[in-house]
């Protein structure tokens, strides 16, 4: 029966990634030039994704496709809970300052690396701390046209310029598109439970493998 104990090892390798780690890639469907404007110095200074943690999960990274900036921009990553229309609390996390040159979309990629229990939460990049001498720029984000390529958020902005205060005071804006953006998580992907039937399987694929044991003729000397 060693086909029965093949089968068994051939279908875990398959269903392992589902406990390994995930991403969420919709930079894949986007098609290199639909974008949301702008982004960058001095009001709209904060865009971002607002997303849904299922499980329990450490952010490794996330990222956006960003550029034809007007000039040099400098900005930083920040996390935040999300209440529905804006950030709440205090910073999960905030990335250093990093700059961007005027030129062609780059996909500029944060690292948080925190644990986020269920619940939803806004990730995004703002110009607000770093506006101090910064020349005017207006940036663009790389966007797929409506908000159901992602189901658990869709973009959202704020004209806050230079006042980071008002991410968790006043409301956000958004617009019914998703951003072209990338998230590494070690856990489970966003906005995507395992399926229910999840347990079935491996439990039957271990009653497979021992049913299949079971029926293997005794070896002889």
């Known amino acids: 029966m060693r086909i029965a104990f093949s089968l068994v090892f051939c279908l875990l390798l398959a269903v392992g990634p589902l406990m390994a780690d995930n991403s969420v890639n919709?930079?894949?469907g986007w098609d290199g030039s639909n974008f949301i404007s702008s982004f960058g110095v001095v009001n709209t200074a904060t865009y971002g994704q607002t997303i849904t943690i299922v499980t329990s999960s450490v952010l490794n990274s996330y990222a956006f496709e960003i550029g034809m900036c007007g000039a040099q921009v400098t900005f930083r990553g920040e996390v935040y809970a999300w209440d529905g229309v804006k950030a709440t609390g205090s910073a999960l996390w905030e990335g250093p300052a990093q700059t961007l040159p005027n030129g062609g979309y780059v996909l500029v990629t944060?690292?948080?690396g925190i644990t986020l229990p269920p619940g939803q939460y806004v990730i995004f990049a703002s110009t607000s701390k770093d506006q101090s001498g910064a020349p005017s720029s207006a940036c663009r984000y790389g966007a797929l046209p409506g908000n159901g390529s992602y189901s658990g958020g869709q973009f959202v902005y704020i004209n806050n310029g230079a006042n980071p205060a008002l991410w968790t005071t006043d409301a956000w804006?958004?617009?019914?598109?998703d951003l072209?953006?990338?998230m590494v998580l070690n856990g489970q992907p966003l906005g995507v439970p395992l399926p229910s039937s999840f347990p079935l399987v491996v439990f039957g694929l271990i009653a497979l493998g021992v049913a299949g044991r079971a029926l293997m003729p005794a070896s002889r000397s």
């Open 26 to 28: 919709m930079v894949a």
């Open 110 to 112: 944060f690292y948080p």
């Open 173 to 177: 804006n958004n617009i019914s598109e």
């Open 180 to 182: 072209a953006f990338q």
